[in-house]
């Protein structure tokens, strides 16, 4: 006889972990017992060799699904005699560092019983077990049990308590078990947010949304708009009550068979698409996709959900099958509502009906987006579903560290031990409410996760929010604080996500980024590892006229580049006014409001301009887009070897050695295109031509900096890498030159990794040079 002690790191509390262990232990017939301490979980078990050696194998081969094991380790101890298994209370004392699982779709045991009109929970809108359903967004605090989530209200039926104290339950201590006897219930709203006396519901909903109607429906993280996706009328009106001119709605289908009649799809699409994270994935559409002309304006990729609440599952299934636009619960670019009150308010106007429940919901989360790209998942914002699954650090933390991330597309990230909690998406900090839930949410991170952070790390941009919150925060504790670059923190991210710890190449392309020359960077090529960088080159600098207006005017950087140039554009100048069109040179003569930027997502959206693709913008990234699919669609029609193009020219300055980076000289790249376009060539042309001239530049730029270090790893990181044609392209090319090379797959490539970045920098800074590695 032997015995056992095992200690267990990882996503393995209220994932159904401990009632595992006790059956699996049970079939074994072994004894000992299974108990949460602190963030982990302990083991001790008794028996022969054999049976102790299979249980180990099978804790990792055959856990639950909601389950991850970052670590296993066991010792052996005295055998004590016992005779049976059992699940323990955790001791007071080791309450700790609790690893959440993420909110999960339904699985397929409660999803049998949502449409099993034997079984008691039949039809109930929150149906789920230690496999499935709600976690961050109900969570109140620390540790996580029940009256520590919003569940807290709703005491259990007798028949309820007794699956929850059943060890050979699947609802075995899940916490947010429920059923129609002792559970939250659906609730009928008017468009002004009075009662609608109504005898289902959800019946009530789902046939004003056959009749036309817009409706907002109280979900798992916050509150959807949605309509028929195949009713123009509806989708029309959406998009002008929300103020949503032209940005891809998203679209919810009952299954992956509704889905392939609407798009194009790959194993690993629906692999993503049907996994328990059910994220929206963005795939091409089909050409005769039935739905409204106004989904996805100009757009070839559609964003497709499944269902992925019991509620989802019955408003889907009482639709019939037709698809719904299930897009965020707000107006244009606003936080997404989650609670009754401020829904009712903000969506007036907007929604027709409400379908609104009362679980609250205390932490807002909205959908996550990602896509595959080269067979490899590549996340476009990570939240629901994945957050706040942990990270593997490169290194150990010494201290707890609090990284604030960036101003748009917000996320924080906490690093304890060998984790990095990175946060669910959380919007951009110019918006109030998404700051107030920034600062809200970090405080219940860190006592979730049992963090007081005594080094807090933030972008070195001065007028960044997330900025002024670190400066007060770090003011308040007396702790040390950290300013990172922020193309060295997209740099190290991807780094992060990998494991990467050597010095490496960081191919950094983004919209803007505070420089440390106080210029707007955005096209950089950085030499370095966590602890420093270097600039080893940058794309020209050119004006920025107008500032944050040239975002949304990609003409004004047509303007720009072409003026730098020494170019006109005949078929650009035709569609400017001619007095704005003055008014704007000048601005640039005189540098006025027009500050100097290196950025490489200004300069595709100089070429989308020049091409004819598109002058102004009505969303973030729109004309790069375009642009890429344009780029796209013409791989597509022209077969390698039968028609191909070749690139525009481009010089790199200081290219032999010296103390100052390198510059691509993108002159000859914007003359070439002007000439294209002045001669009619055609816009897919064009930007075929310019995607692979930025591939060249890429490659170039890389074995340059090759010949003279010995590096031969490069990563790509920025939110221009979201182009998955450049990404593709670029890492193939760089392979076919012999570099190394890692893409985002963890966190996205845009704003949204920053935080990852900071932390790993931070953690590395602090480290002696004999530190973790």
Excluded at 344 to 361: Q, T, Y
Excluded at 657 to 663: A, F, T, W
Aim: aromatic share 6%; hydrophobic share 40%; proline share 6%.
């Amino acid at each position: 006889m032997q015995r056992r002690v095992i200690s267990i790191h990882g996503t393995v509390q209220g994932v159904g972990f401990r009632p595992f262990v006790y059956t699996l232990a049970s079939r074994l017939n072994l004894a000992g017992f299974v108990k949460n301490h602190g963030g982990s979980v302990t083991i001790e078990v008794e028996g022969e060799s054999r049976p102790l050696d299979d249980f180990l194998s099978k804790l990792v081969s055959q856990a639950p699904p909601l389950a991850r094991i970052d670590g296993l380790t066991w010792r052996p101890t005295s055998p004590v005699g016992e005779r049976q298994f059992s699940i323990v209370a955790s001791d007071d004392h080791s309450v700790g560092a609790i690893v959440i699982a993420p909110d999960t779709a339904t699985c397929e045991d409660c999803l049998a019983e949502l449409f099993d009109p034997a079984d008691r929970r039949y039809r109930y809108s929150f149906n789920n077990c230690t496999n499935c359903g709600p976690r961050l967004t109900i969570v109140t605090g620390a540790p996580y049990d029940r009256p520590r989530t919003t569940m807290a209200a709703f005491a259990m039926c007798d028949a309820c308590r007794a699956e929850y104290e059943d060890p050979t339950n699947r609802r075995f201590h899940a916490q947010p078990i429920a059923c129609p006897v002792c559970g939250p219930r659906l609730e009928a709203l008017d468009a002004t947010g009075k009662r609608v006396d109504v005898d289902d519901a959800l019946a009530w909903f789902a046939a004003a949304i056959r009749e036309g109607q817009i409706g907002a429906m109280k979900g798992l993280g916050g509150y959807h708009l949605i309509c028929d996706a195949r009713n123009d009328a509806a989708v029309a009106e959406l998009r002008k009550r929300k103020h949503r001119d032209e940005k891809p709605f998203a679209v919810m289908v009952q299954n992956a068979a509704a889905a392939y009649t609407l798009c194009e799809i790959s194993p690993a699409e629906r692999t993503l698409l049907e996994s328990p994270r059910r994220p929206i994935v963005l795939m091409r559409r089909r050409n005769d996709a039935e739905l409204a002309a106004l989904i996805a304006p100009r757009n070839h990729f559609l964003g497709l959900m499944l269902p992925y609440t019991p509620l989802h599952h019955l408003l889907l299934h009482a639709m019939a099958g037709t698809p719904l636009v299930m897009t965020s619960g707000n107006r244009s670019d606003e936080p997404i509502a989650y609670d009754e009150p401020d829904a009712i308010e903000r969506l007036a106007g907007i929604a027709d009906v409400f379908l609104v429940h009362n679980r609250p919901i205390h932490v807002r989360c909205d959908d996550s987006v990602t896509r595959i790209v080269d067979g490899v998942e590549s996340p476009v914002r990570r939240s629901r579903g994945y957050a706040p699954e942990p990270i593997r650090m490169p290194a150990m933390c010494d201290v707890p560290i609090l990284a604030v991330g960036a101003q748009q597309k917000s996320t924080f990230a906490l690093g304890v031990e060998r984790q990095a909690v990175v946060s669910h998406h959380l919007g951009d900090l110019d918006h109030l409410e998404a700051y107030r839930a920034f600062e809200r949410d970090i405080a219940l991170y860190e006592q979730l996760f049992d963090v007081k952070p005594a080094l807090i790390v933030h972008d070195q941009h001065p007028d960044y929010a997330s900025t002024r919150y670190a400066i007060r925060r770090a003011t308040e504790l007396g702790v040390e604080r950290i300013a990172v670059q922020h193309h060295h923190a997209h740099m190290a991210s991807c780094m992060a996500e990998h494991g990467l710890v050597g010095p490496v190449i960081g191919v950094t392309f983004d919209g803007t980024g505070y420089g440390t020359d106080g210029a707007i960077w955005g096209g950089e090529f950085l030499i370095g590892d966590y602890k420093q960088f270097e600039r080893a080159a940058h794309l020209r600098y050119v004006a920025l006229p107008g500032g944050d207006r040239a975002i949304k005017e990609p003409w004004r950087m047509a303007i720009s580049h072409l003026a730098d140039a020494g170019m006109t554009c005949r078929s650009l100048e035709g569609r400017v006014d001619a007095n704005t069109l003055r008014a704007t040179r000048q601005m640039i003569e005189r540098k006025f409001n027009s500050p100097m930027t290196s950025s490489a997502g200004r300069l595709f959206d100089a070429v989308a301009a020049i091409a004819g693709i598109r002058d102004t913008v009505s969303t973030e990234g729109q004309a790069a887009i375009e642009l890429e699919q344009l780029a796209s669609g013409w791989v597509e029609h022209h077969v390698a070897g039968v028609k191909s193009v070749a690139s525009y020219p481009f010089e790199i300055v200081n290219a032999s050695p010296s103390s100052d980076p390198m510059v691509i000289d993108t002159r000859p790249i914007i003359r070439a295109a002007a000439e294209d376009a002045d001669a009619g060539v055609a816009s897919a042309t064009i930007a075929r031509k310019f995607q692979l001239t930025m591939v060249d530049v890429i490659v170039a730029l890389c074995i340059a900096i090759r010949r003279s270090t010995p590096l031969n790893t490069v990563v790509l990181s920025g939110g221009v890498f979201m182009n998955a044609l450049l990404a593709t392209e670029s890492a193939a090319h760089l392979s076919v030159a012999g570099f190394k090379v890692y893409r985002h797959q963890l966190v996205p490539p845009n704003d949204g990794g920053i935080s990852l970045g900071q932390l790993a920098i931070a953690n590395s800074r602090r480290m002696a040079p004999s530190g973790d590695a």
